[in-house]
């Protein structure tokens, strides 16, 4: 069954960066995609904590059955954007997240038009699950830890 995992987020990932290979896109998604993780965790937060709990679970079982390094790597960045959602005040947590997931997709959108290519999720909408990965594949590649 490894195997099978590891040559699916292998395919997953080559196929998502086909339409990253602009190093100017890259940029925008290196700094986008956390941005829009964070923000919509912020969103369920601000409707509900445990809803943000709920959706970090589903999103981490599904990682897992991709990757156990990546699903690790996911695990950390989520408690870390839940802590910090979990000691933020609460009056504008909806406002702000709204604020930042829009600009976010704004500046994707950007990358993408600069990229040439439309994006990957709009033709399997796995991809917006990838994104994360893709991000976290370059971190791991330049530490050496095999995904």
């Known amino acids: 069954m490894e195997g099978v995992a590891q ?6 990932l080559a196929k998502y960066s086909e339409s990253h290979l602009n190093h100017t ?3 925008i998604h290196f700094v986008c995609i956390p941005l829009i993780v964070f923000s919509f965790l ?7 904590p445990l809803a ?5 679970v589903v999103s981490l079982v599904y990682y897992v059955r991709l990757s156990v390094p990546f699903a690790f790597g996911m695990l950390l960045m ?3 954007m839940l802590w910090i959602l979990s ?3 609460q009056a504008w947590m909806l406002e702000i997240s709204l604020g ?3 600009v976010a997709w704004i500046g994707q959108f950007i990358g993408h038009k600069i990229e040439g290519k439309k994006p990957s999720f709009f033709e399997d ?7 994360p990965l893709f991000v976290l594949s370059f971190l791991y590649r330049r530490f050496h830890i095999a995904y």
């Open 7 to 12: 040559r699916q987020i292998h395919t997953l």
């Open 25 to 27: 896109n890259e940029i």
């Open 42 to 48: 912020g969103m369920l937060w601000a409707a509900h």
């Open 52 to 56: 943000a709990l709920v959706v970090t």
């Open 78 to 80: 989520s408690g870390v």
């Open 87 to 89: 000691i933020l005040p």
């Open 100 to 102: 930042i997931f829009v």
């Open 125 to 131: 909408l796995r991809f917006l699950l990838i994104g």
